[in-house]
T-cell receptor, first 114, second 113 residues
Framework: AQSVTQPDIHITVSEGASLELRCNYS??????LFWYVQSPGQGLQLLLK??????LVQGIKGFEAEFKRSQSSFNLRKPSVHWSDAAEYFC????????????FGTGTRLQVTL | DTAVSQTPKYLVTQMGNDKSIKCEQN?????MYWYKQDSKKFLKIMFS???????INETVPNRFSPKSPDKAHLNLHINSLELGDSAVYFC????????????FGDGTRLSIL
């Protein structure tokens, strides 16, 4: 069974500082990996995805993530955080194949101080 | 235009009632999903339909019954609502190809009194 661990429940960073949100997954083969962001009262917006190929993937809003097979990780990074990045971030793993369900981590709440 | 739309956005009702949540997507996707997000923000798949056919049915009480009249709609009917059903329910859709991400609606916040 697939699973996702986000070890950090809550992270606070200063505006302009760099950010790294951790994600570890468990899956028997090469998974599909995603990062979604949820602002208060909103749905989930896709930040980026990894399916195959280049292990460093670029997403929207200046985010990037790196797939490391040896560490079963897919950490999300941003070089300079903006106050509008404050939200809940979810890492998810999906099985390969059509109509695969997503298994989500428990989320990391990002707070940005000015 | 909203890609995945859910109605209602908020639903407050009494324990024991029956209620429905509707979901529509205008993306031309073949697959639709229902997820439940609990008070701790944990998201868990409930159901998935592909071209009106149920393909994922997680361990969900049979009080929950999804219905897909066509591939653009996936509704969720809940009978005999319980306090533990209070949550945010998200609808999502994706193309049939496995390497495409899911698009989510804004959620329906269900509160049971």
């Amino acid at each position: 069974a697939q699973s996702v661990t986000q070890p950090d429940i809550h992270i606070t960073v200063s505006e302009g500082a760099s950010l790294e949100l951790r994600c570890n997954y468990s899956y028997g083969a090469t998974p599909y990996l995603f990062w979604y962001v949820q602002s208060p009262g909103q749905g989930l917006q896709l930040l980026l995805k990894y399916f195959s190929g280049d292990t460093l993937v670029q997403g929207i809003k200046g985010f990037e993530a790196e797939f490391k097979r040896s560490q079963s990780s897919f950490n999300l990074r941003k070089p300079s955080v903006h106050w509008s990045d404050a939200a809940e971030y979810f890492c998810a793993v999906g099985a390969r194949g059509t109509a695969s369900k997503l298994t989500f981590g428990t989320g990391t709440r990002l707070q940005v101080t000015l | 235009d909203t890609a995945v739309s859910q109605t209602p956005k908020y639903l407050v009702t009494q324990m024991g009632n029956d209620k429905s949540i509707k979901c529509e997507q205008n993306l031309g996707h073949d697959t639709m999903y229902w997820y439940k997000q609990d008070s701790k923000k944990f998201l868990k798949i409930m159901f998935s339909y592909n071209n009106k056919e149920l393909i994922i049915n997680e361990t969900v009480p049979n009080r929950f019954s999804p219905k897909s009249p066509d591939k653009a709609h996936l509704n969720l009917h809940i009978n005999s609502l319980e306090l533990g059903d209070s949550a945010v329910y998200f609808c999502a859709s994706s193309p049939n190809q496995g390497n495409q991400p899911q698009h989510f609606g804004d959620g329906t916040r269900l509160s049971i009194l």
